[in-house]
C-alpha cells in the first residue's frame, strides 16, 4: 500500500483522529478584516482627494499607531501577537475617518491608544470590547478637544459648518445634494462621501461581512424618527446624507463584537441606534448624533441579546402544527 | 401542507462544498470477498445482540448469528460462509468497544436457507410485515441504526399521515444514497410502500437533494401512477436531518424532544428503504450495504457493494490503497463521520462511508478568539448560539450551557465549519451535552 504499512500502530502516529466536523470553511478573521479594508478604501481615497495630504498623514498615523499600540499591548500582556488578523488595521483607519481633517498628529496616536488599550486590549482583546474602538476614541477626544474635534474645514481648506450645523443654527447656506453625494462639504474625512462609502458597503454586503438589515433599519429609523419629531421632509435628506450617519450605520453599528448575535436582537439594535440619533440631533448639544447613539446601543447590546434569545427550533406547543 | 414540491429547505444552514463528483458516476461495483470478517454485537441504537454462535460453529451467508429480547435491537446476520473463530472485543467505526463474532470465510457464500423465501406484499398481515422487517435486522442506515421494525411499532396510533424517504444524502462525498436511488429506484419505491402500507399513509414522499437530478428522475420514472412525489430539496446542509427534511416537505416543526411522528411523519433513508424491500420480497438479511469510499486521499474512490464486518483497511486496498499520506480516515461523512484511528476497524450497518482525507486536507488552522460575527447563530439549524454555549462548556459552566439549550444540539458541525476563528464549536458543545446527560443520570 505505496509504503505505508497497514499495520494500524504504525498508522497511530500518522493519522488525525479529532471530533466532527472533519472541513472548515475558508473563512477566517483575516479575509474579513481584509475585506473592511477594502471596502474602506474608495472613502480613503476619497479623503485624500478631497483633504489632501493632513488626511493621508491622519490615515497613516493613525493605522501604524494602533498596530504599535495593539502588538505592545499584547506584548506586556504575554498574549499572543495578534497583529496579522488586520483588525487593528481597521480600527486605525475608521479612527482616522472620525478625525478632522484639521487635526494634529498627537490627537491621532492620542486616539488610537485609547481606542486600542483602553477599549480593545484592556477588555481582553478581538471581539472582547463592549464598544466600538473607534467611536470610543472619538468620544474621548471629543470630550477632551472639543475645539479640534470640531473644527470642521471644507475640502477648500476653509473652516466651514457641516450641513448638520446649518441646519440645527439656521445660519449659512446648505451645500447642494449633489455636493453631499460626492463628499465636496466640511466634516471628519470619512464621513463626507456617501458615494465612496455606499461603494464600500456594497462590496462588504456582497462579500456577507456585514448584514444589510442593520443599516437600513438604523438609517430608516432615523428618517422616521426625525419626520415623527417633526423635522421638514426637506431636510430629511440631509440628515441621512450627512453627519456620519452612513459611515456610522455601514462601518460602525455593524461591528461584530459590540453588537448583538441574535437577528431580533440586531433588530433592535439598528432600531435604538436610529432613534437616538434622531433624538441626539435635534435635542441634543452637539449636531451629530451617530457616535454618542451607537456607543450607548453596544453598552446596551448584552441586554438586548438576553432579551432575543432565539425560540429553539421545534419549541413550540405539541398541538400548533396541526 | 406544502403544494410546491421544488427547491424545498429549512431555514438556517449552509452551502458546504458537496465533493460527490469523485465518485456519484461511478456504478455500485460488488466488493471483493473478505477473507475474514468482524460482526460486531452493536450495530444500531438499543440493545447490543447477544451471540446465538459459538466458537468453532459454521455459518452460512444470511444466518442469523445474534439477537437481543430487547424491544429496541434487531438480530445480526453473517455475511460470509465459514467457520467462527472467535468473538473478542474490538473497536468499531463508531468508536465504540464492544464484542465481535470474528468469521472466516470459506469463500463459497453458500446461502442459509432462510434467505430467498418470495412474499407477496399485498398478502402479508401487518404482523407479517414487522416479523419479515424484524428477522431480516434492517436498521436506519442514514447513520442513526434505529431499528426498522421498531420505529414502525412506535408510529403506530401517531396518526402518522407522511411517510417521507430521505434521499438528501446532504453529507460531502458521500454517494451511496444517490447509486442505490439511480441504480434500484424500484427497491426504494418499493420500501416506501412497505412502508405506507403498514402505517395506512396515503402518501408517500421521496425526497432528493437537486444535486442529484438524475436520481430524481430515475425515481419520477418508477414512482408514475402510484401516491408517491419525488420532491427536490435545496442543496443545503444539513437537509438530511430528520427533522429538517419534516420541516421542508410538509411545513411542520418537529416539537423538542419529540419524534417525527409526533409531527404525524415517518421519515427513512433510501438505502433503509431498500433493505425494507428486500427484507420482504426475498427475506435477505442486512448482511450487506452500499458503501462510499471516498476522498483525495484515495487512488480510486468507488461505491462497494460491502459485506457487514469488512475492515476498513480492506476496503481502502480495493480502491487502489492511499493516494499520497493520508491524513484522516473518517467513517461517514466529513461533517458528522467519525474519525478512525486503525485500519482493522470493521464496518458497521451504519456506516454509509470510508473518507479519507490527504494529510494537507486535515491540516487544522489555528484556533482564535471568537469575533462574535454570529455567523454561528445564522447557520445553525436548531436556532442556538453556538458562541455562548460553547464559551461556556469551556469554562465548565454546564449550568448556563444548558440554559442556552446545549441538549437541543444535533450536532451536525455546521457552527464549526463556518466559524472565521476556526473554534471547535460542535466539539464544546458536544462535550456540554454529555457533561448535561450523565449529571441527570
Redesign the interface.
Known sequence: ??G?K?D?VV??D????????????N???R??MLDVVIALVPAMIGSIYFFGLNALKLLLVTTISAVFFEAAMQKLFKKEI?IR?L?AVVTGILLAFNLPAGAPWWVAVFGAGFAIIVVKELF?????NFMNPALAARAALVASWPGIMSNYVNPDGMSAATPLAILKDGAGSLPSIQRMLIGDIGGVIGETSVILLLIGAAYLIIRKVI?WKIPAIYIATTAIFLLLFGVDSNAIIYHILGGGLILGAFFMATD??SS????KG?IIFAIGCGFLTALFRLYGSMPEGVSYSILLMNVASPVIEKWT??????????N??? | MSMRLDNLTFKGGLHVPDNKGLVSSKAIELAREPKTVYISLQQHVGAPCEALVKVGDNVKVGQKIADSKAKLAAPIHSSVSGVVKGISKMYTTTGIKCDCIEIESDGLNEMHESVGTKADLSKLSKSEIIERIRESGVVGLGGAGYPMHSKLISSEGCSVDTAILNGAECEPYLTCDHRIMLEHPDKVIFGLEVIMKYLSVEEGYIAVENNKMDAIDALKNASKGKNIKVVSLKTKFPQGDSYRIVDAVTGRKVPRDARCKDANSIVSNVHTAYSVAEAILDSKPLYERVITVTGNGIKEPKNLLVKIGTTIGELIEQCGGFNGKPGKIIAGGPMTGMAQFSLDTPIVKTTGGILVLTEEETKVDKVQPCIKCGRCVEVCPVYLEPLYIAAYSLKDNYEAAERYDALACISCGSCSYICPSKRPLTEAITHAKNEIKSKRK
Not at chain 1, 500518522?14 to 470553511?25: E, G, N, Y
Not at chain 1, 481582553?124 to 472582547?128: D, E, M, N, T, V
Open positions: 500500500m505505496e505505508i497497514t494500524s498508522l497511530d500518522m493519522l488525525t483522529v479529532s471530533a466532527a466536523p472533519h472541513i472548515r470553511s473563512e477566517s478573521v479575509r474579513i495578534r488578523d483588525s481582553g482583546g478581538i471581539g472582547s448584514d461584530y463584537s448583538p448575535v441574535t437577528p440586531r434569545k432565539p425560540r429553539v427550533f421545534g419549541e413550540v406547543k405539541r400548533e402544527n396541526r
